[in-house]
């Protein structure tokens, strides 16, 4: 059984910082991608930052220059590093990773999502 747990949601001020963290616990062999998305009330979930195991990062144009994803492999582990917040950015975020359990088989895993909310 694989679970991702995220932390690091909470309130905010607009121009504030928050840091989300992701963390994949598990029968583990291996982690590849693993990504955020989030999902404003009444909108459709979107793809906010990807990174690669290897590292490589890809952003909504949306986040770029105010977003950081990096990851650590030893512990399994995706973060965002969200900066210069706004209310637009107000969201449930969800971390997937895709892992495999095994040398062959590889699934696509979600958290259960942390609140962002960027308020004065």
């Known amino acids: 059984q694989v679970q991702l747990v995220e932390s690091g949601g909470g309130l905010v001020q607009p121009g504030g910082s928050l840091r989300l963290s992701c963390t994949a616990s598990g029968s583990i062999f291996s982690i590849n991608a693993m990504r955020w998305y989030r999902q404003a009330s009444g909108k459709q979930r979107e793809l906010v930052a990807s990174i690669t195991r290897g590292g490589n990062t890809d952003y909504a144009d949306s986040v770029k220059g105010r977003f950081t994803i990096s990851r650590d492999n030893a512990k399994n582990t995706v973060y965002l590093q969200m900066n210069s917040l706004k209310h637009e950015h107000t969201a449930v975020y969800y971390c997937?990773?895709?892992?495999?359990?095994?040398?062959?088989?590889?699934?696509?895993?979600w958290g259960q999502g942390t609140q962002v909310t960027v308020s004065s």
């Open positions: 997937n990773a895709d892992i495999n359990t095994d040398s062959i088989v590889t699934r696509r895993y």
